[in-house]
């Protein structure tokens, strides 16, 4: 799998998959790819010093306003300056 061959370029993962599997595959991703802004996704705010901690570029809370994410996406994919730890 390389950059951009599937559109990699801020992936999003789910942190509320079984047995923290989406911190986990952050920590994957931020290894194999490290130029790659993961965007980490949860209904739990306490997930977010980990997945920050892991190399999660940011965090989005699942159920806040929708055009947070697409807000959140496009300030990653646009300049690539910085990691937001958005709510």
């Excluded at 159920?63 to 300049?79: C, E, I, M, Q, V």
């Amino acid at each position: 799998l390389q950059e951009g061959e599937f559109g990699l370029s801020a992936p999003q993962v789910d942190a509320d998959l079984p047995d923290t599997e989406g911190l986990k595959t952050t920590l994957q991703f931020k290894v194999c790819w490290p130029q790659v802004k993961v965007v980490v996704l949860s209904l739990h705010s306490d997930y977010r010093s980990d997945a920050l901690a892991v190399g999660a570029a940011a965090f989005v809370l699942k159920g806040g306003l929708p055009d947070r994410l697409l807000s959140t996406l496009l300030a990653l994919t646009s300049n690539g300056h910085g990691s937001t730890a958005s709510a």
